[in-house]
């Protein structure tokens, strides 16, 4: 969302950004010159996340709805900025902002970044969402054309598959704002991100335009050194990075047991776990160090944390694993892995066949696989030829498809056609 809307055309729309609460997010939107408000949302509501969500859950959103407060507090704001569109970004936002959208009368969209599905969210949660999916935005935007068929809308509603795209290399990014030329100036369109902060089958078109049913700084350099004419290998002491914060369904225990086969052909391989934990799962950080010692490779995998410099982790790697046991919605690390010119092993599923390539940008292996995993990771290293190839490939699908500017093209095509009407 921040690297958005820091490259919306400035001259076309007017942006806003309401935020459910105080964080780095506030700082870093206000140096890209955009407005920014906090309007605290109570501890109850805002510390539910989708792993503990259930009826208990949402008895207490409900609990919010009925004693009106915040909900009506939000609508009131909504009126005083009256903005044309209303764009919800977070499970959280799309209710609650979705809800105050309506009662303050403007269009709302939904930006849906999860799978509404039974293997990612409880039951009832997915019967509820999909159920006001229907009727509460105007537009719906999803990340991967996975996530959008998991909310089953109906052919009539309004819709869009929008990529989050990174930035290329030289892009302007923090502080700067990448305006294309030549456009025309027509009717502003003021739109407010409301953000709780924490595959194309026939029918559907391309990313980007509507659809309807009817409308068909490490400690290890990198192993691979890409020059104009050469490739520098050595795959004895090669890293290799996962990026995710630590959870259960990201595979980080996956990743470890890989590794430790791996080890066994390149004993000098290093390996990286790059994210922290969140939402009251601390204690997953020690199991899964504990399983290290358990296999003897330890000394052999570092656990880096929460990092800021995750672009440069990553273009110091010789390839990036993404390891998830349940299918992703979309799969950033894996886009930005590519924008780096890196080979990447990936789990089979989700929003991660829409983006690589298997064989070709990558290597697609079956969740869980442990055995899997570690042979692609060993036949990529020992292959350089093969591995620098990858990197090309994925580099230009990520330049074809995936990079930022490309997703602000598309919501500002889907601001056109919610203002134009």
Same mark, same amino acid.
């Given at each position: ?30 140096? +890209?010159?955009?407005?920014?408000? !906090?309007? &605290?949302?109570?501890? $109850?509501?805002?510390?539910? =996340?989708?792993?503990? %969500?259930? @009826? ?99 052919? +009539?509603?309004?819709?869009?598959? !929008?990529? &989050?795209?990174?930035? $290329?290399?030289?892009?302007? =990014?923090?502080?700067? %704002?990448? @305006? ?111 399983? $290290? ?129």
């Amino acid at each position: 969302m921040l690297a958005m809307v820091e490259r919306l055309d400035r001259r076309r729309h007017v942006l806003a950004v309401l935020l459910f609460t105080d964080g780095p997010l506030v700082g870093a939107l206000r140096a +890209a010159g955009v407005a920014v408000e !906090v309007l &605290p949302l109570g501890d $109850a509501v805002r510390g539910a =996340t989708r792993g503990s %969500l259930g @009826v208990g859950s949402l008895a207490k959103i409900g609990a919010a709805f009925s004693s009106v407060a915040y909900v009506v507090r939000l609508a009131r704001h909504i009126r005083r900025a009256k903005p044309d569109i209303v764009h919800c970004n977070s499970l959280k936002a799309d209710i609650l902002g979705g809800f105050a959208g309506r009662l303050a009368r403007a269009k709302v969209i939904w930006h849906v970044h999860d799978r509404i599905e039974r293997d990612y969210l409880p039951g009832a949660v997915v019967k509820v969402f999909r159920a006001l999916a229907r009727v509460v935005p105007h537009y719906v935007i999803a990340n991967s054309q996975a996530t959008l068929e998991t909310l089953h809308l109906p052919q +009539a509603k309004r819709c869009a598959v !929008v990529y &989050p795209g990174v930035a $290329a290399a030289g892009a302007v =990014t923090g502080d700067g %704002l990448q @305006v294309t030329g030549g456009r025309e100036d027509p009717q502003i369109a003021q739109i407010p991100q409301i953000t709780g902060l924490a595959g194309q089958p026939a029918g559907r078109g391309p990313a980007g335009t509507e659809q309807n049913e009817s409308e068909a700084l490490p400690k290890h350099s990198n192993s691979y050194l890409l020059t104009s004419n050469s490739l520098q290998h050595d795959a004895k002491c090669c890293t290799v990075t996962l990026v995710g914060r630590i959870s259960p369904w990201k595979g980080q225990d996956v990743f470890i047991r890989a590794a430790a086969i791996v080890l066994r052909q390149f004993p000098d391989c290093r390996f990286r776990i790059v994210g922290s934990a969140l939402f009251g799962e601390d204690a997953l950080v020690g199991q899964l160090k504990q399983l $290290a010692e358990t296999l003897g490779v330890a000394r052999q995998i570092e656990f880096m944390g929460f990092r800021q410099d995750v672009p440069e982790i990553i273009s110091a790697s010789a390839m990036v694993v993404h390891a998830s046991t349940v299918p992703e919605p979309f799969g950033q690390v894996i886009v930005q892995a590519m924008a780096a010119g890196k080979p990447v092993v990936a789990t089979r599923g989700g929003g991660v066949l829409e983006i690589v390539e298997d064989g070709v940008s990558g290597v697609l292996v079956p969740m869980k696989a442990v055995e899997a995993m570690a042979k692609a990771i060993c036949e990529i290293l020992s292959d350089p030829v093969r591995a620098q190839r990858m990197g090309e490939a994925g580099r230009a699908r990520f330049l074809e498809r995936f990079t930022i500017e490309k997703t602000v093209e598309a919501v500002e095509g889907v601001y056109g056609a919610m203002t134009s009407t």
